[in-house]
């Protein structure tokens, strides 16, 4: 799908979810990376490994340097909120009459340290509680209209993946 990108959203999404099943599993975070560029090039241009790698490492020497603790759920919190919310009290439409919020775009939207950029507001605004955040329980499994990135992340990463 050569000029059809991935929305920001989506690999802000793959993002968190790749930091998130590093620290929630026991496989090495380029297995993860490589499970969701994988999976997100099947539905739009190429989305390189080593991409969603770096983000994802640098949004948990964040995670580190901030001391924060729960991580794991604070990353599932940012992947609701980048579900659920194109910014701070506007919800994200996944359906509308013109096309979908999945719908590839025409430009590349994300790159380097945007996802970091985008975690860091949303981890501020959620410290100083202002920002919106699931319902205890949410997982993002059970959501509907997004049945691809349900899918991928049903996936499981390989470890020789991380070769």
Same mark, same amino acid.
């Given at each position: 799908?050569?000029?059809?990108?991935?929305?920001?959203?989506?690999?802000?999404?793959?993002?968190? @979810?790749?930091?998130?099943?590093?620290?929630?599993? %026991?496989?090495?975070?380029?297995?993860?990376? @490589?499970?969701?560029?994988?999976?997100? *090039?099947? &539905?739009?241009?190429?989305?390189?490994?080593?991409?969603?790698?770096?983000?994802?490492?640098?949004?948990? @020497?964040?995670?580190?340097?901030? #001391?924060?603790?729960? *991580?794991?759920?604070? +990353?599932? #919190?940012?992947?609701?909120?980048? +579900?659920?919310?194109?910014?701070?009290? *506007?919800?994200?439409?996944?359906?509308?009459?013109?096309? *979908?919020?999945?719908?590839?775009?025409?430009?590349?939207?994300?790159?380097?340290?945007?996802?970091?950029?985008?975690?860091?507001?949303?981890?501020?605004?959620?410290? #100083?509680?202002? =920002?919106?955040?699931? %319902?205890?329980?949410? &997982? =993002?499994?059970?959501?509907?209209? =997004?049945?691809?990135?349900?899918? +991928?992340?049903?996936?499981?990463? #390989?470890?020789?993946?991380?070769?």
């Amino acid at each position: 799908m050569a000029g059809k990108y991935c929305p920001s959203w989506i690999f802000n999404l793959c993002v968190a @979810r790749t930091a998130y099943d590093f620290i929630t599993s %026991d496989l090495p975070i380029k297995a993860y990376a @490589r499970k969701y560029a994988s999976g997100l *090039s099947e &539905n739009y241009a190429e989305v390189k490994t080593e991409e969603i790698e770096q983000e994802a490492e640098l949004v948990l @020497r964040f995670l580190v340097e901030t #001391n924060s603790e729960e *991580s794991d759920q604070l +990353l599932n #919190n940012f992947v609701f909120f980048s +579900l659920k919310y194109v910014q701070h009290g *506007s919800k994200r439409k996944l359906k509308g009459i013109f096309g *979908s919020a999945v719908d590839p775009t025409k430009e590349k939207e994300y790159h380097e340290k945007i996802t970091l950029k985008n975690f860091k507001a949303y981890f501020f605004g959620f410290r #100083n509680g202002v =920002i919106e955040k699931p %319902d205890p329980g949410w &997982n =993002i499994i059970e959501e509907e209209g =997004i049945d691809f990135l349900v899918e +991928l992340i049903k996936k499981q990463a #390989n470890i020789a993946d991380a070769i």
